[in-house]
């Protein structure tokens, strides 16, 4: 079992730049494939990143490639999302998700608002 709780959001200005945090518990979260979601007003959840349970690799919807960065520290329990570039379009709710492996996830976060204005 894993509860997962995201911080980090909140409102930047298109071009700016927020990371993402997700805390996780459970002593097993080390061997869970992490990933993040992303869901616009009005639109169906979307995948954005995942990792590996080592980090060591990670995988991007084109919509993000090289703008956003998913990063893991097991040793913390924690997973993070790193946005640049941002523009309006990036505006949604985010969600933290882990799973034994990609696209299937078991365990969900409640989500952290990220507005982009223009």
């Known amino acids: 079992q894993v509860q997962l709780e995201e911080s980090g959001g909140g409102l930047v200005q298109a071009g700016g730049s927020l990371r993402l945090s997700c805390a996780a518990s459970?002593?097993?979260?080390?061997?869970?494939?992490m990933g993040w979601f992303r869901q616009a007003p009005g639109k169906e959840r979307e995948f954005v990143a995942t990792s590996s349970w080592s980090g060591g690799s990670t995988y991007y919807a084109d919509s993000v490639k090289g703008r956003f960065t998913i990063s893991r520290a097991n040793a913390k329990n924690m997973v993070y999302l790193q946005m640049n570039s941002l523009t309006p379009g990036d505006t949604a709710v985010y969600y933290c998700?882990?799973?034994?492996?990609?696209?299937?996830?078991?365990?969900w976060g409640q989500g952290t608002q990220v507005t982009v204005a223009s």
């Open positions: 459970g002593r097993t979260f080390r061997s869970y494939t």
């Open positions: 998700a882990a799973g034994n492996n990609h696209p299937e996830y078991d365990y």
